[in-house]
């Protein structure tokens, strides 16, 4: 067995489990620069769903944590300023990745993307897909979820 | 009697589904499956459900190509990306045919037990896909 492998392995699926719990419990407390602090400092950063379509350019939801993902977080916090989560499941492995199950829901105060501020409220289930390395820090998050369902519940009818 | 693991009962799944048999697809599952769509809000119980799910996507894009992207195993639940692509021919989720292409990123999420999926969670954005497919409005997903 190489050394590589015994670090890989020094860490198990439980406490892989309690960093994303724990990023899951500082989003909740909007702690954005903890959920930060969880990552490493170049972490990969993926929202497929997240897709702004303008007239010349399309932005997605690639990139790195500290350059997508926390402007994203952090204008989530802002727009729906009661936002929260509800863990649902965790799955984790010895290997270093987390699977979680969460709903994410808030209600709208300020514009959201194309999606214009009505006081509505919105909850949706989300699927996210961790990668942790050796040392507990998270170097990738993805997530998944449905943005027409978002989009329904606030109000906002076009496809765009 | 072999059993076999719960990423192959999964892999045979996805295998099944990309090779546009349903019925093999069915094979992999428990006849007490819960199946939740989030993307169509299909949430059920048994063979039934997923068997539409499926076939739904089969007739309405009968080139249908899935393509694993990853696969993460943690005891008995595999979470998988998948990538869907395929040409509309027919209606789907209530858009009419415009013989659109779709590239889609999707995840299902399985619980195996017994040699068999007691559970599949499946996500992927509707909005992407009523984009792709030329639907403007949620509310006329019939109306081009």
């Not at chain 1, 392995?9 to 602090?37: I, L, W």
């Not at chain 1, 300020?110 to 699927?127: D, R």
């Not at chain 2, 999926?117 to 009523?130: M, R």
Request: charge should be negative.
């Amino acid at each position: 067995m190489s050394s590589a492998s015994v670090i890989v392995s020094s860490r198990t699926a439980a406490q892989n489990a309690a960093v994303v719990t724990e990023f899951f419990d500082r989003y909740r407390a909007h702690d954005v620069d903890g959920m930060v602090d969880l990552c490493t400092i170049n972490a990969d950063f993926s929202y497929p769903p997240f897709e702004v379509w303008g007239k010349q350019r399309v932005l997605r939801g690639d990139g790195k944590v500290g350059t997508v993902g926390k402007p994203i977080w952090t204008g989530l916090i802002n727009a729906f300023p009661n936002l929260s989560n509800v863990v649902h499941s965790v799955d984790a492995n010895d290997e270093g990745d987390v699977v979680v199950q969460v709903d994410i829901g808030g209600t709208q105060q300020q514009p959201w993307g194309l999606v214009l501020p009505a006081g509505k409220t919105f909850s949706e289930p989300h699927i996210f897909i961790f990668r942790l390395n050796s040392d507990g820090l998270i170097e990738s998050v993805t997530g998944y979820w449905n943005n027409a369902g978002i989009s329904q519940q606030l109000g906002h009818m076009e496809v765009d | 009697m072999n059993s076999r693991s719960p990423q192959k009962v999964v892999s045979d799944f996805l295998d099944d589904f990309a090779g546009r048999d349903i019925d093999g697809a069915l094979g992999n599952t428990a006849e007490d499956i819960n199946v939740n769509v989030y993307g169509l809000g299909r949430h059920d119980t048994g063979r039934g459900i997923i068997r539409t799910v499926l076939a739904d996507i089969v007739e309405a894009f009968p080139d249908l190509i899935v393509t694993v992207k990853r696969i993460i195993t943690a005891g008995n639940v595999v979470t998988t990306v998948i990538n869907v692509q395929g040409t509309q021919a027919a209606p789907y989720a209530g858009a009419i045919n415009q013989e659109k292409h779709v590239d889609l990123d999707e995840v299902w999420r399985f619980v195996v037990a017994e040699d068999r999926i007691t559970q599949i969670d499946a996500y992927w954005c509707q909005q992407q896909l009523y984009r792709r497919l030329g639907v403007k409005r949620f509310d006329q997903i019939a109306i081009v």
